[in-house]
């Protein structure tokens, strides 16, 4: 049985209390790509003990099938994230926040995840997002970090990674006021790549990780690597490391193999019109 469908058939027996419990996480398969979906649509897809572990299963499994190379991550319902469930939160203590290596895991996925974002993404759910490598929003979509007003901070890179995303000014404004940014905003601010229809969501993140996909294999994840790695690097040391890394590549390309990509580059210009 492929990796994923054990992964569907395990979350179908979780057991919770010794009774069977529905399944909080969805996977389908599109050739290449899984389809992971929050599923908790009763509880705005609240990140749950139990769902942050499957998430992070998941995505572990995921990695470790050679059939998957590429994940496009949603969320079932009204929304794509509402966070930590506060619910199960204030029956424990706040050291058991972090303890699943969920963001972890999906960082460390080595192709692209493609966030499709359908509604709410708030605080934790708004982590859960930009530990994508891209965001595609439905018209519905919130984004809200809601840490100062529930009193606690973030642990999942919230407050690092959004003002090296939109900069510091607009960073502050939704971090320390907790107000929503609603889908057009968040475009315009550089958060998501683009807004589709709502029924278009998941199949333009398919789309866009197949193209993706059908790119040299090699050469794209390296560069997925090359661009994270840069990241946390101040400029010129990161500049050293893509020649370092250039010309290391460099010593393992063939003219033969530069050709063939070279046509098939030019043919598909052609389809799109390009040439």
């Known amino acids: 049985m492929p990796i994923a469908s054990r992964i569907l058939e395990a979350a179908r027996e979780n057991r919770r209390g010794g009774e069977m419990s529905e399944p909080v996480l969805r996977i389908e398969r599109r050739d290449e790509i899984a389809v992971v979906t929050l599923d908790r649509p009763q509880a705005m897809n609240a990140l749950s003990r139990e769902l942050r572990g499957a998430l992070a299963r998941a995505f572990e499994d995921l990695q470790a099938d050679p059939g998957t190379g590429a994940i496009v991550l ?23 926040i972090g303890d699943e290596n969920m963001i ?15 509604g709410f993404a708030i605080t934790g759910g708004f982590e859960l997002a930009l530990a994508c490598d891209l965001l595609i ?30 900069g510091e000014f607009r960073a502050k404004e939704i971090s320390l006021t907790g107000n929503f940014v609603d889908a057009e ?12 229809p709502a029924d278009e969501l998941v199949p333009a993140a398919v789309t ?24 946390g690097m101040n400029f010129a040391d990161a500049m050293k490391m893509e020649a370092r890394r250039s010309a290391e590549d460099a010593a393992s ?20 019109g390009a040439g």
């Open 104 to 118: 972890e895991a999906i960082r460390a996925f080595e192709g692209p995840v493609i966030g499709a974002v359908n």
């Open 208 to 231: 866009l990780a197949a193209d993706m996909l059908s790119c040299d294999r090699r050469s794209m994840l390296g560069y997925k690597k090359l661009i994270d790695d840069g990241m």
């Open 74 to 96: 949603t969320g079932a319902g009204r929304a794509f994230c509402a966070g930590i469930d506060l619910k199960e939160l204030s029956n424990e203590a706040t050291s058991g």
């Open 137 to 166: 929003a439905s018209p519905d979509a919130r984004f809200a970090d809601t840490h100062a007003r529930v009193g606690i901070l973030p642990g999942w890179g919230l407050s690092q990674i959004l003002p090296r995303l939109i």
């Open 185 to 196: 905003r968040a475009c315009a601010w550089g958060i998501v790549n683009r807004i589709v």
């Open 253 to 272: 390309v063939t003219a033969e193999s530069i050709a063939i990509r070279r046509d098939a580059v030019r043919d598909r210009g052609r389809t799109q």
